[in-house]
């Protein structure tokens, strides 16, 4: 009896343990964004991008956002992500954009995501109350869709992947675009993101870690270099 007893206080130690484990792998996504990619129409990219840079008061939380814009990669100009709290409701009235808002953008699409609070949002990216400091951050924006029964091993693999000078998160589908994750990583500067590549393609030239595990998981994916430009 005292060796079954023993057995059973090690299992369940042993089980505390792997809870613990578990959920300290298992990022905490408590609350709900909206990306929205856009692409301007021919001469209207400034006009457009004074559109975004406007907090929309319609919006729960209209002053919890980010806008980033291109500067390479990616055929999109600009993209917006909102925080909207812990659930996102949709109705048929909905909330068109003004007219020269409109005109001025030649495609989008709209994705709702699953995240982090935004106190940590912010935090990682830069934009909580010292957002100016982080003025100069420069903005890798990586889209991911997972191979077909490899939606775990996907995100395992970017969670682990190096977070850049500044901070980064990583956002998980919920309804919209066809992408599984999206990917933010701020560095402090220009000089930071090429040191940031620097290493990784050290890292990739040894092939193996980093890059090849990630494609091993990723059926498509994307990456865009960005500015901020709001807030």
């Not at 999109?76 to 909330?95: R, S």
């Not at 982090?116 to 982080?134: C, H, N, V």
Request: with cysteine.
């Amino acid at each position: 009896m005292k060796s079954r007893g023993k057995f059973l206080w090690i299992l369940l130690v042993c089980l505390g343990l792997w809870a613990v484990t578990a959920a300290a792998q298992t990022p905490a996504r408590t609350d709900v964004y909206h990306v929205h990619f856009a692409a301007a129409a021919p001469g209207q990219a400034a006009q457009l991008a004074d559109f975004y840079k406007t907090p929309d008061k319609n919006s729960p939380m209209p002053n919890h956002f980010i806008v980033l814009r291109h500067q390479d990669g990616a055929e999109w100009d600009y993209v917006i992500i909102a925080h909207l709290g812990d659930k996102a409701t949709v109705t048929a009235a909905g909330n068109p954009a003004p007219a020269n808002a409109r005109d001025a953008m030649a495609w989008h699409t709209d994705t709702f995501a699953a995240g982090p609070s935004w106190p940590e949002f912010a935090r990682a990216l830069g934009i909580d109350a010292d957002a100016a400091k982080t003025a100069d951050s420069v903005y890798s924006v990586s889209v991911y869709r997972a191979v077909p029964g490899h939606r775990d091993q996907l995100e395992k693999a970017l969670s682990s992947a190096a977070p850049g000078g500044g901070g980064s998160v990583l956002l998980q589908h919920l309804e919209g675009g066809p992408w599984s994750y999206l990917a933010i990583t701020r560095y402090n500067s220009w000089q930071d993101f090429a040191k940031g590549e620097a290493q990784s393609v050290a890292t990739t030239r040894k092939g193996q870690g980093g890059w090849f595990d990630i494609r091993q998981h990723a059926s498509f994916h994307n990456d865009t270099i960005t500015d901020r430009i709001a807030p």
